[in-house]
């Protein structure tokens, strides 16, 4: 099983899927568990904090929400728990995801795998994104003969550009993955705040407003889309944007946000090594027909929906840690040069066995 709480700060995805680390063979039950408001500003205050009491507030509302999601399944071998990013620096700091795997594994009686990025930065790696190696699987799992591009639409948007034809994820040509630029998390924040929305359902506000092409174009010339992939961004690397739609209507800043959103997917689409067989979306933003609408102006292959090809959007994320974690227990790796930027194919994560936390405290 695995369980997933992204930068939307939306809530905890958890789902169960049956695999060796290497093939997909199937899926299980899945659930969600929302943030409460309360929850979503613990967590907030904690963004971009690496640690003191916000932190320590934020690990146990994340701590106390996946307990609650992942107590009601029945019938699992092993956990993956990705926690809740706070705050990602690569190249500085690290990587900071809150919430304890131990404290879970005490607590539900169950291995679990966590704190999955570390390692790809310590060996030079960006951390993220991690989700390639299953998008590689999927793509097995699928029967796609061609390469094709998995775009996930989560706070921050990731692009994965799968070749099927080789063996191996690890394998060089494989993979290439890297962060596009602001997704949900820029266009939530703005409803949240001048709305109390919690995001521009159906993309009904921006269809209304009108694109303020100047910004875009500005956007655009933010230092991010100057570096090769691999490449990966903080949830707030962006936070310019925001004041630069600071006096556009609510649905012109709407409008404008969401064109980011699909000109860093046009403009990461670029490196791809060939051009992709099609285009899958996952995450909220595949949700967003005015986002996609604009993303699949401006591509070169069909844009789609993950479901067109018979996967879960909403879960997909879940189920990366939970394939993630199989890999980690088996001692396989989870990144590469061409997904994280790390050296050379690494294995990262922490298993923690019931009963070890104990041990440890006594």
């Given amino acids: 099983m695995g369980a997933m709480s992204g930068t939307s700060l939306d809530g905890v995805d958890a789902a169960i899927i049956e695999t060796d680390g290497e093939t997909v063979f199937g899926f299980g039950e899945s659930a969600y568990r929302p943030y409460s408001e309360a929850e979503r500003e613990v967590l907030r205050a904690a963004l971009g904090l690496w640690e003191g009491e916000a932190v320590e507030a934020a690990a146990e509302v994340v701590e106390t929400a996946h307990a609650e999601i992942l107590s009601g399944f029945d019938g699992v ?4 728990f990705h926690g809740q990013t706070l705050a990602h620096d690569p190249k500085g700091r690290g990587t900071h995801q809150a919430g304890s795997g131990a404290i879970l594994a005490e607590a539900l009686g169950v291995p679990v795998v ?44 990731n692009l994965t550009f799968a070749d099927p034809g080789f063996a191996r994820p690890e394998a060089e040509g494989a993979l290439l993955a890297f962060d596009t630029g602001p997704a949900n998390a820029p266009i939530n924040d703005l409803v949240r705040s001048r709305l109390g929305w919690a995001l521009d359902e159906g993309g009904a506000l921006a269809a209304k407003g009108e694109v303020k092409d100047a910004i875009v174009e500005r956007f655009l010339q933010h230092p991010h889309f100057f570096r090769m992939a691999p490449k990966s961004l903080d949830r707030d690397a962006f936070a310019g944007l925001s004041r630069e739609v600071t006096n556009l209507s609510d649905a012109d800043a709407a409008a404008t946000l969401t064109a980011c959103v699909a000109a860093g997917v046009m403009r990461g689409m670029e490196h791809c090594p060939t051009p992709p067989d099609r285009l899958l979306a996952t995450g909220g933003g ?77």
């Avoid at 790696?125 to 775009?151: D, I, Q, R, S, T």
């Avoid at 590469?336 to 405290?361: D, I, Q």
């Fill in 77 to 80: 071998d092993l956990i993956g």
């Fill in 286 to 362: 595949r949700h967003n027909p005015v986002m996609m609408k604009m993303i699949a102006a401006g591509c070169d292959c069909p844009v789609a929906p993950v479901e067109a090809v018979g996967l879960d959007g909403d879960m997909l994320e879940a189920q990366a840690f939970a394939y993630l974690a199989v890999r980690v227990a088996r001692g396989l790796p989870t990144s590469a040069p061409g997904t994280t930027g790390v050296r050379a194919a690494v294995g990262g994560g922490t298993l923690s066995r019931p009963g070890e936390l104990a041990v440890a405290l006594g």
């Fill in 114 to 157: 966590w704190d999955f990025r570390s390692s790809d930065v310590r060996f030079g790696g960006e951390g993220a994104p991690l989700a390639p190696f299953y998008h590689f699987a999927l793509a097995k799992f699928v029967g796609a003969e061609a390469p094709l591009a998995f775009l996930n639409l989560g706070g921050v948007g």
